[in-house]
Structure formats: C-alpha cells, structure tokens
C-alpha cells in the first residue's frame, strides 16, 4: 500500500511560490544537518549553542521581515515557515529569533529614531548583538496596563526603576527593549527605552530549574536607579498600544512555530508507530493509533492552512488582532495536545529525551502561556464576537 | 573567472518513487537541485568570491526547472540561462551535452563546472561529453581545488586508488566535482530576495540554432525501455541454538549460499 506524506497530504507547497520553498528549504535544512544533532543535550544541560546565532544572522532570519538595516524584507509566509522549520528543532531556538526579530527589532524599527535604527539593528540582523524585550513583571503578566518600572525624567535622560521577569534571551541580551511609565501613573505614559548591557543599575539574573525551554536563556531585567540616556527612549512609541503592536507581530510567527513542534512530534509519532511492534504487528497497525495520527495530520493540516491565509491577509494589510489570537490560540493548543498524544504514543521512550516529542511538550507548555496566554486570546476572541468585554 | 555551472532539476528521491507500467509516476513528486550540482555552485562560488568574475547558471528543461536555477541564483549564481523546449524531452546524456555545447559556444567561459554526476540517473557523462564536444581539457570527481593558481590556470585533485592525483590544468576547461570538494551554502534569504532581480534568460532550441532532432527522445544514443521499482527484501533468516552451533552454521551459509569467500 502507497503511503502519502504529512507535505502531500497538506499540499501546502501548491499555495506557495519558488521562494517560500527555497527559503523553508534552507531552514530545514539547517536544523536537520546543524541543529538537530546536539538540541536533546542543550536541553538536559539547560544551554543554547549561542555559536550559531550569527549565523542565523547571515541566513537572514533576525528580523527577516522588516525592511533595510540589514535585513532581508521578506514576506510574512516566507517568515512563517522559516520559523516553523525553526521550531521543528527547539521551541527555544525559535522564540530567541522571534524576540530578536520581532519584539526587540520591531520595537527599534517602528518607533526608534533614525540614529537608533542605524545604530542597533544592523548588528542585530547580523547577529552580532542579541536583543530582549522587557514587558512582563512580576505582579502584571495578562494585565501589562498595571506596570510598576517607572522612568523619572532628569537631566540628560531618564532615571528606570522596577523589576520585568521571563524575559527571554535577558542573561544574553546586548540590547535590552523596556517598557516603562514615564512621570506619572497612567497608560499613555508607558513609553519604550532602549537599555545596554553594562548600565550601571542594570541586571539581568537567568530564571533557573525550568522545566520548559531550557534550551533558551530566560531572565530577569533589575533595574535599580539606572540612568538610561536622552536619546535612548524610543520617540514612536506611547501608551499601552506600542507593546502591543509588537506582541501582534510576533504572535503570527508562534503559530507557524507551533506547527513545526507538531510537525516533529507527528513525524517521531508516525516512524515509532510503523516500527514498534507489540502483539506481533506494528503497533500503526492498531486502530486506537490510528485514529491518533489521523487527527494529527488534520489538526496540522488545517492550522497550516489557518496561518497561511492569515499571513497572505497580512500582506495585504487586512489581519485584525482578533485573527491573530485565534491563529496563535488554535495553533500552540492543538500543537501541545499532539506532542502530548505522540509522547504517549512512544509508550516508556516517550518520556526520553532521545526521542523529541517530550522536549516539545514540555516546550509548549512555555508557548501556551506566553505572548498572550491561551485564555486571554479566547477573550479576545470571545470579545471581538460579543462586542462584550470578559477580561 | 567567468564560469558556466550547469544544473539539473531532479526528482527528490528521498520520498517515495512509485513505478506503474515502466514509467514513474509524477503525481505527487517533488523535483530538488541535483546535489552534485550544489557543489560544482559552490566550487564556482568560492572561485568567483577569490578571484572576481562572474558564475552563471544554466538549466535544460520544462518550467518546473526554473525552480534549481533560482536555487542557484539565490546561492549566488549572477544570471541563469533556462533552456526550455519540448523538443528537449528525453534527452540522453549526449543531448543535454549538445545543447549546453551550444550555451558554451554562445558566451565566454573559463571554466565550466559540472557535478560529477545528476541525482536522477546517475549516469555521469554529461560532463565528458561536453569536455569533447567544445574539444576542453577534462578532469572528473575533483575532491580539492586551489583558489592561488596563476591567471589562466588552475590546480585540482583528485582521489586515485589510495593517493591523490594533483594535476594543472590550463584554462579554459571543465572539472566535475565529487560531493567531497566542498560543503554547499544554504540560500539565505538576503540571497533569495536579490535572485528575484538577477537576469535570467529562457531561450529554445533556435535560440541555439540547434534542431530538435539532434536531442531529445529523437537524437538520443540510448533508448529507455521502461523503469523498475526495486523488488521488496525478503524476510531475514533467524538462527536459534548455541553460540558455537549459530555460529557454524552462519559461517557454513557465508562460504556456501552468500560465498563471501571465495
């Protein structure tokens, strides 16, 4: 009996152009030939082969999508499967591109002044400075509106106090994106600040014993009467919206993300299944798994094709944030319901980290929470339907 | 250096082939970059990066082929030639020599680098057969380049039986490459969004003032009959019993059924 693929059953390449392949190719590529061999590792022993970020750098995918400085100004389908090739390999390795790309060097793209814009981002697309984005605190996760960093205005710049927590790529970061209320209690203050490693007043302590994402660098941002530069506020930027824009921009990009993380722990469920053999026949051969893998591929299959009508409708300018939540919401939720079901598809090897869905799994209880937890976007949605706010 | 690179479109042969009466069945199929072809690319690239110049790359075949010559450009290739004609269906070995003859004698190349062999047949003498035809010095599977050679000139190795053979070879000519030569880059995306400006040129076979019965099925040497798939494996053999016992009765078959030792 012919079998058909995952890429055949979705034809997802029939929607897309010569250089939407070749870019996902090149990604797929790297990640099976340079990334895939040592990720389990990096996990067990919570390090990333941060080696290899300039030249995700030199492949063009931090900040892929903006225009100039370096950057490769490509399209949002093109970004989404690079990202989702990405996160095929680690979940970590995808969310330190899209803070880079699409958090810090958004942030400095859109709302950053000239000087800063030559300034930081060519570095930052070549990877040759890593950059973090400080919106989350301690107490004010879902409620960002309530932050307590407050910037005081003095003379040649700004005075930042406060405490921002699960900032990814923090211990890292050359470049420190920080959102801040400046002289005074309301949202149309909180304003952005560009901070560099090496500020005194300014530290940034990792986050240790996660359990998820421990292939990537998570941290705190301290911030203790630190003197941040006049010209170091990002001039675009006021109230609550300019955060907010940039988590829409990366939340299209976990979507596709999540999808890779599925794609994987579908691929490890499907050669386990068809090789394992229990009662005399592979284990594929039961109907219980069967069942299994065939909502696999439909869930994937259908958000695939979910985030590519959504990011040709950003293209062309016409995506609503509403559509973004139910695309991030749907895909990061059926993805980690898949890496639940392949791990107990692999029966006892599930739990090993020889085999990904585990690392996956537990990856995707971080991407669940984050960059809008999966209930706040179902408010958003139920929101944008109701016209009634449950928040 | 200017250098030709000739690139083949093949069928990906990492997914399923399936045969159905002697012939292949397309549907479904996935064509890639010959794999040879990335490092005769990369070869030309790394020349070109040394030394100045300017790679061109050229395809032979229907639409779909466009896709490994933007796969070329997007690696660095400067422009791409696509010949694409019907009557280019079918060609053997000699006929896609005969038109990239024609290509040749059409620019002005120093160098022309082939893979050693395309990914789809495995038959490796396109290369040879273009050597002839433009009457060029010819070295196959090059595992070693020098980028320092003096102008007109270039050195190249090759594996012999056991040793390596070094050999100078005054340009113009054309190499094959072994996958060996070189690790090929990844097109970046930089890379892939300035290919979309690169001249490419899509000509015919009178483009070349070649006639359609001089390639293709109809100037082809050698005649296809029909395609196989592989036949299945047969189950393995199981011994039981003590180590000594398996073990003679394992070394009994090698010499006996398997004659590993003769």
Redesign the interface.
């Known amino acids: 009996m012919d079998t058909i693929s995952l890429d055949s059953l979705t034809a997802l390449d029939t929607l897309l152009s010569d250089e939407e392949k070749l870019a996902r190719d090149s990604a797929r590529r790297f990640i099976r030939e340079e990334f895939l061999p040592d990720i389990a590792g990096h996990f067990e022993n919570a390090t990333f082969p941060t080696e290899i970020i300039p030249r995700l750098g030199a492949l063009g995918w931090l900040g892929a999508s903006l225009e100039g400085y370096g950057c490769a100004g490509v399209g949002s389908v093109t970004y989404g499967l690079v990202l989702q090739e990405l996160e095929y390999g680690d979940s970590g390795l995808r969310s330190l591109v899209s803070v880079q790309g699409s958090l810090a060097m958004y942030a400095i793209h859109r709302f950053g002044s000239p000087e800063q814009k030559e300034r930081w981002l060519p570095p930052m697309a070549a990877g040759k400075a890593v950059g973090c984005f400080g919106l989350t605190e301690p107490d004010f996760g879902s409620d960002p509106g309530g932050m307590r960093t407050t910037a005081k205005s003095t003379s040649g710049g700004f005075i930042l106090n406060g405490n921002k927590t699960w900032i990814t790529n923090a211990p890292i970061a050359d470049v420190l994106v920080v959102w801040a209320k400046l002289d005074g209690p309301g949202q149309e203050h909180i304003r952005g600040f560009i901070l560099e490693r090496g500020m005194e007043g300014l530290g940034t302590p990792p986050i240790k014993n996660k359990m998820s994402m421990r292939a990537s660098h998570t941290g705190e941002i301290n911030l203790t009467d630190c003197f941040v530069p006049a010209e170091n506020i990002l001039p675009g930027s006021g109230g609550l919206g300019s955060p907010l824009a940039c988590l829409n921009q990366a939340r299209m990009g976990i979507a596709w993300g999540a999808m890779g993380a599925a794609r994987a722990c579908f691929d490890a469920a499907l050669e386990y299944s068809t090789s394992r053999m229990q009662f005399g026949m592979p284990i594929a051969g039961k109907q219980l798994i069967q069942k299994q893998l065939a909502d696999m591929a439909i869930e994937i299959t259908k958000a695939s094709l979910t985030n590519l009508h959504f990011s040709r409708l950003k293209d062309k300018g016409r995506l609503s944030p509403i559509q973004v939540s139910m695309a991030k919401k749907n895909s990061v939720a059926q993805a980690l319901t898949i890496a639940r079901t392949a791990r107990s598809i692999l029966g006892a090897n599930g739990i090993s980290l020889e085999y990904a869905p585990v690392r996956h799994m537990l990856n995707l209880e971080s991407v669940y929470t984050y960059e809008g937890t999966n209930e706040i976007h179902e408010l958003i949605i139920g929101r944008g339907l109701t016209g009634v706010s449950a928040f | 250096m200017n250098i030709l690179v000739p690139v083949k479109s093949v069928v990906d042969v990492e ?2 082939i ?1 045969v159905k009466d002697s012939h292949i069945v397309e549907d ?1 199929l ?1 064509y ?1 970059l010959s794999k040879w072809d990335e490092n005769a690319l990369e070869a030309a690239l790394q020349l070109k990066e040394a030394g100045g110049g300017e790679v061109t790359a050229v395809t032979v075949g229907p639409a779909r082929s ?2 490994a010559l ?2 070329a450009m ?1 690696m660095g290739a400067d422009k791409g030639i696509h010949i694409n004609d019907p009557a280019t269906e079918g060609s053997d070995s000699w006929g896609y020599a005969r038109v990239l003859e024609a290509v040749a004698r059409k620019g002005s190349y120093d160098l022309i680098i082939t893979g050693r062999q395309s990914q789809d047949t495995d038959m490796g003498s396109t290369g040879a057969f273009l050597a002839a035809l433009l009457d060029l010095p010819l070295v196959v599977n090059v595992i070693h380049m020098e980028r320092q050679s003096e102008a007109g000139r270039l050195e190249v190795h090759r594996k012999g039986d056991g040793d390596t053979e070094v050999i100078e070879l005054a340009l113009p000519a054309l190499i094959t490459a072994n996958d060996s030569l070189n690790e090929p880059r ?8 300035a ?2 400006k690169k001249p490419l040129e899509t000509l015919t076979l009178a483009d070349l003032s070649l006639d359609a019965s001089q390639v293709g099925a109809q100037g082809a040497a050698i005649e296809i009959m029909g395609f196989e798939a592989p036949p299945g494996r047969a189950a393995g053999k199981k011994f039981e019993g003590e180590p000594e016992e398996v073990t003679a009765q394992v070394v009994g078959l090698l010499a006996s059924e398997a004659k590993i030792f003769t």
């Open positions: 997914l399923n399936r479904g996935n890639i466009g896709e933007r796969k997007a990844l097109a970046s995306l930089k890379g892939i969004m290919a979309k």
